[in-house]
């Protein structure tokens, strides 16, 4: 890459936001020159990290990254089921959300068809993003330094930069920092230490999933067969909450109702698939024990974790039960997983360095029927950072419609800034709607 090379748009990050993002780039005319920069060596989605199981998406297949945008498109989930030869068979499935490892691989086809279009630069963690000095009537342009795992430096121009970081795990207060990555780990690292504990060689194997959510039920639900291991679930509710939250119902519903499932949802919830399958367990665990053979899971609902200790090299949690108002320890574990929220990348330099870029401007280019956007998308003067809620919870149920509003927000801002700029972009013709 040459240092004077400048790209129309550079964004940083390429996870499954990005992806939406460059697929609609790749969409429109006329095409622009634009690099996506991610540190990773592939592509990789965040709900990939965990044992695949049974789960289905919690999102439906018309939730995925191009349909609500432009149904037309040959990067949705059906076309992808369609070229490689499944429709016929996905059909035949009862159930509206597609498998997690048929999405999983729906994304990295997408994911490769970009790829071949040479928009992405893998092995590339950007370190700083520079706003260039200038003539004044000149456009504005980012220096956006990137590094190589092995130390290599690439220095590029860009017109417009996107930040796609997004959001990363947040680990509890009760989580002292230096057990992290040691006996206690989020539920986004399951897949790094499953040959661990199948090759377990200490006298017992002694594992705590702490949550209630699709995550923490599908780690429990693996552990449960991992050979002389004991698990245990600890959660916050009464008991395992099934999904209740489905938008569209909740729009045809009356108000009152979409208010408690509003309310609902906030709180964590599970498909109904894993709760049968969960149920079913349980069920034959109480027959076994009957016949003398113990079960080797537990669950401790209303049950919050306020702190840890240490007993010798395993971890014991300081446990409140809110049923009955007292605390407990739990038993001393080898193994933690927490299914904990994620958040924005509270500590990036690169969105402080953004903030600072975007808070010299007094005009914020985002249009009234645009603020659906805020405060997904905050930008000004060419620099834009998707924030966590763009992206988490069920971000495949708005992805697509997000990244229309972003393609029409970097439009207007191009055409306002430059004369010369790009002229705007085609979108769906009307006919096409039948
Ligand atoms: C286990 C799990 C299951 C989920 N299931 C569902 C579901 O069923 N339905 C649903 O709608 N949603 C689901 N989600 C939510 C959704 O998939 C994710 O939140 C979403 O994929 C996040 O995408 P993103 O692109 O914003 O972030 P990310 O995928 O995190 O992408 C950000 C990218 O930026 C890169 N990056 C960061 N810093 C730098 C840097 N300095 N330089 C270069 N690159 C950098 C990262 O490596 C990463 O690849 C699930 C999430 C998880 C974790």
Redesign the pocket.
């Known amino acids: 890459m040459a240092a004077t090379e400048v790209y129309d748009i550079v964004c ?9 993002l460059a697929i609609g780039l790749y969409e429109q005319q006329p095409k622009l020159k634009v690099l996506f ?4 060596k592939r ?8 044992p695949f199981e049974r ?5 439906n297949f018309m ?1 995925d990254l191009v349909t609500p945008r432009n149904p037309l498109s040959k990067f949705t989930l059906v076309n992808y089921l369609w070229s490689t030869d499944m429709l016929v068979m996905y059909t035949n499935l009862s159930a509206i ?1 597609p498998p ?1 490892q048929l ?1 999983s691989n729906y ?1 990295n086809w997408c994911a490769e068809k970009m790829e071949t279009t040479g928009w992405v630069k893998y092995d ?4 700083s993003i520079a706003q260039l000095s200038g003539h004044a009537s000149a456009r504005r342009q980012f220096q956006v330094t ?1 590094r190589k795992c092995d130390g290599q430096e690439t220095k590029i121009r860009a017109k417009t930069i996107i930040l ?6 947040d680990m509890p207060k009760w989580v002292p920092y230096h057990n992290v990555g040691q006996r206690i780990f989020h ?2 690292e399951f897949t790094q230490h499953t040959s661990d504990l199948n090759q377990w060689n200490g006298s017992s194997l002694n594992i705590a999933v702490v949550g209630g959510n ?2 923490a039920l ?1 780690i429990f639900q693996y552990c449960q067969r991992l050979d002389g291991a004991k698990i245990t679930l600890l959660h916050e509710g009464p008991f395992l909450r099934l999904h209740d939250s489905n938008p569209f119902l909740t729009s045809l519903a009356a108000h009152e109702f979409s208010e408690s499932t509003t309310q609902a949802s906030i709180h964590p919830s599970v498909q109904h698939e894993q709760l049968h399958s969960l149920y079913e367990k349980r069920y034959t665990e109480l027959v076994r024990k009957h016949k003398q053979k113990p079960g080797n899971s537990e669950i401790f609902p209303c049950t919050s974790v306020i702190g840890t200790s240490k007993l010798f090299d395993q971890i014991v949690l300081k446990c409140w039960n809110t049923g009955t108002d007292s605390g407990f320890c739990s038993d001393a574990f080898d193994y933690i997983f927490v299914s904990s929220r ?1 958040a924005d ?1 509270k500590q ?1 330099h ?1 969105m402080a360095q953004l903030k600072n870029i975007i808070g010299r401007s007094e005009k914020v280019v985002n249009s009234a029927e645009d603020e659906p956007l805020a405060p997904r998308i905050e930008g000004a003067n060419g620099a834009w950072i ?1 924030r ?1 809620e ?8 708005n ?1 697509a419609l997000r990244t229309e509003q972003l393609l029409r927000t970097l439009t207007q801002y191009s055409s306002s800034e430059s004369p010369e700029g790009y002229t705007g972009r085609r979108v769906i013709p009307e006919t096409a709607r039948l």
């Open positions: 940083v990050g390429f996870g499954s936001a990005a992806l939406s920069l991610e540190k990773e592509f990789s989605w965040q709900g990939s990290r965990l789960s289905k998406m919690q999102s939730q959300n997690r999405f994304l590339q963690d950007v370190q990137s796609s970081q997004t959001s990363s795990p539920t986004s699709d995550e599908d994620y990348v990036s690169l998707l966590d763009y992206a988490t919870g069920n971000s495949f149920e992805l």
